[in-house]
Protein backbone atom coordinates (compact mmCIF):
# COMPACT_ATOMS: atom_id res chain seq x y z
CA UNK A 1 0.00 0.00 0.00
CA UNK A 2 0.87 3.23 -0.83
CA UNK A 3 0.99 6.17 1.31
CA UNK A 4 0.03 9.78 0.02
CA UNK A 5 0.60 13.17 1.60
CA UNK A 6 -2.46 14.47 1.86
CA UNK A 7 -2.71 17.80 -1.03
CA UNK A 8 -5.00 20.03 -3.26
CA UNK A 9 -7.62 17.86 -4.33
CA UNK A 10 -9.18 19.98 -7.48
CA UNK A 11 -7.30 22.48 -10.04
CA UNK A 12 -8.67 25.90 -7.92
CA UNK A 13 -6.96 24.31 -5.01
CA UNK A 14 -3.62 23.93 -6.61
CA UNK A 15 -3.68 27.20 -8.49
CA UNK A 16 -4.36 28.80 -5.04
CA UNK A 17 -2.30 27.06 -2.52
CA UNK A 18 0.37 25.04 -4.32
CA UNK A 19 1.22 27.25 -7.86
CA UNK A 20 3.70 30.05 -7.77
CA UNK A 21 2.81 33.27 -9.71
CA UNK A 22 5.66 34.76 -11.72
CA UNK A 23 3.61 38.32 -11.35
CA UNK A 24 3.66 37.71 -7.93
CA UNK A 25 7.02 37.51 -6.38
CA UNK A 26 6.94 33.34 -6.98
CA UNK A 27 4.72 33.21 -4.05
CA UNK A 28 1.02 31.71 -4.12
CA UNK A 29 -2.33 33.55 -4.77
CA UNK A 30 -3.46 32.33 -0.87
CA UNK A 31 0.00 33.45 0.47
CA UNK A 32 -0.16 37.03 -0.99
CA UNK A 33 -4.33 37.43 -0.41
CA UNK A 34 -3.88 36.44 3.07
CA UNK A 35 -0.65 38.51 4.35
CA UNK A 36 1.38 35.69 5.01
CA UNK A 37 3.47 36.08 1.92
CA UNK A 38 5.73 38.98 3.75
CA UNK A 39 7.07 36.50 6.78
CA UNK A 40 7.77 33.87 3.91
CA UNK A 41 9.37 36.57 1.30
CA UNK A 42 12.10 37.17 4.68
CA UNK A 43 13.25 34.02 5.20
CA UNK A 44 14.67 32.94 1.43
CA UNK A 45 16.91 36.13 1.50
CA UNK A 46 18.69 34.83 4.34
CA UNK A 47 19.91 31.91 2.11
CA UNK A 48 20.10 34.32 -1.14
CA UNK A 49 22.74 36.33 1.20
CA UNK A 50 24.46 33.32 2.29
CA UNK A 51 25.16 32.44 -1.17
CA UNK A 52 26.37 36.12 -2.15
CA UNK A 53 28.45 36.11 0.66
CA UNK A 54 30.20 32.43 -0.10
CA UNK A 55 30.65 33.31 -3.79
CA UNK A 56 30.21 36.98 -5.29
CA UNK A 57 31.58 37.06 -8.08
CA UNK A 58 28.64 34.43 -9.19
CA UNK A 59 26.40 37.67 -9.38
CA UNK A 60 26.21 40.35 -10.54
CA UNK A 61 25.25 41.88 -8.02
CA UNK A 62 23.32 41.01 -4.51
CA UNK A 63 20.34 39.03 -4.99
CA UNK A 64 16.98 40.17 -3.97
CA UNK A 65 13.86 38.50 -4.00
CA UNK A 66 11.05 39.72 -6.08
CA UNK A 67 8.32 42.31 -4.89
CA UNK A 68 5.28 41.67 -3.53
CA UNK A 69 2.48 43.19 -5.19
CA UNK A 70 0.25 45.34 -3.55
CA UNK A 71 -3.05 43.02 -3.84
CA UNK A 72 -3.97 39.60 -5.17
CA UNK A 73 -7.57 39.12 -6.78
CA UNK A 74 -8.44 36.38 -9.20
CA UNK A 75 -10.55 38.71 -11.09
CA UNK A 76 -10.71 42.93 -10.77
CA UNK A 77 -12.99 44.37 -8.26
CA UNK A 78 -16.07 46.02 -10.02
CA UNK A 79 -15.89 49.41 -10.15
CA UNK A 80 -19.22 51.36 -8.72
CA UNK A 81 -20.35 54.55 -9.90
Given at each position: ????????TTFTDWYNHEHRHTCMGL???????????QEL???PQ???N?????????FKCRPQRLKLPHRATIK??????
Open positions: MVKTEPGPYTLASVQYGTARDQFGLAAYVADPERHPVKRT
